[in-house]
Structure formats: C-alpha cells, structure tokens
C-alpha cells in the first residue's frame, strides 16, 4: 500500500500568519495530488494552544499560528474534503504519525510514503526524517511541486539534506 502524508496545509501557513506566495503556488499541485492519489492519505495539523507565545516555539518563533480552534489551524478549503484521517501535532515531527502507520504497516504493508506540504523546511523535513528512521526499508519519497520552504533558499536546502539522507525527491 502507498501512503500519503500531507503536512500542516493549514491557512496559517498557506495565507495567513505565516503564509507566503510560494505556499499559495503549491496549492493546485498539492489538491491534484491528494484527488489522484491511490492509497491511504494522513493530513498533519500542527496545533498549539491559547499559550502558544509562553512555549519554546514561540519563544523562538512569536508569531502566533495554528492555534486550536481558530480558522487558521483548519486544513485549507480546498484540502477539507480529503482530511478524513488527520494527526495533530504540536512540535515538528509527529510521532503519532509514526504510531497510526506502524500499526497500519502491521496489517498492510506500506509500499512507500510519500510526504508533501508546508513547510519543507520545518516540518516536511522533521516528518520525513522521522519516517525515515522509522521505515528504514520503506522509500520516502517528497513531492517537491507539493512543498514549499519559508523560504526559496531553505527550501532548496532542505530538499539537498534530505536527498543525503536517502529520501527520493521528485
């Protein structure tokens, strides 16, 4: 079986709070890849409370996002349809992601994961390395026209890393 992960396309992150106009482009790709898809598909939500400013995060990071609840925590509109199975997260990586597919891994085995989403070079990044690790036989795969960085630049870097780290970037 072939498993898609669709990292935090959130409107925080696409338009709002933390949106840029390289996460906007994405979009399309990202709707016809999760439509088309055969397969079971995982959607994160990164998610953060009321106290987001007081964490680690957002001593690092104090722009408030993804606070539970608010609009810009729910998936996009054009995704919302397709989240049947979604995995809140409130770090980078998501080990309840490890957790939902190895159990999933015992009953049918995973053929391969692929990971799209925002950002590549936050949390794509995170969720792909943990995949790795805890998939060791398993191809990880990144849509690269599904994902976009804060950045152009750390975009680019983190598609790079993950390609040392053998990580199929298409």
């Known amino acids: 079986m072939d498993v898609l992960i669709v990292v935090d396309m959130q409107k925080d992150f696409v338009d709002g709070a933390l949106g840029t106009k390289e ?53 996009i509109p054009e995704l919302k349809k397709y989240a049947k199975t979604i995995v809140n997260k409130p770090t980078f990586g998501s080990m309840d992601l490890v957790k939902k ?12 994961i692929t990971v799209i989403g925002l950002c590549t070079d936050i949390c794509v990044i995170s969720n792909a390395m943990i995949l790795k690790a805890a998939f060791t036989e398993v191809p990880i795969i990144i849509d690269s026209k599904c994902c976009a960085g804060v950045t152009p630049k750390s975009h680019r870097n983190a598609l790079s890393a993950m390609q040392v780290c053998q990580i199929a970037v298409k």
Do not use: M
Not at 101 to 112: C, E, F, G, V
């Open 23 to 75: 996460a906007v482009k994405i979009v399309p790709n990202v709707v016809k890849k999760v439509k088309n898809f055969k397969g079971k598909i995982y959607f994160t939500r990164d998610t953060h409370p009321k106290t987001y400013l007081d964490t680690q995060e957002g001593h690092n990071l104090p722009v408030e996002h993804c606070i539970e609840g608010t609009e810009g925590w729910e998936i």
């Open 101 to 112: 597919l190895t159990a999933l891994n015992k009953k049918t085995p995973i053929d391969s």
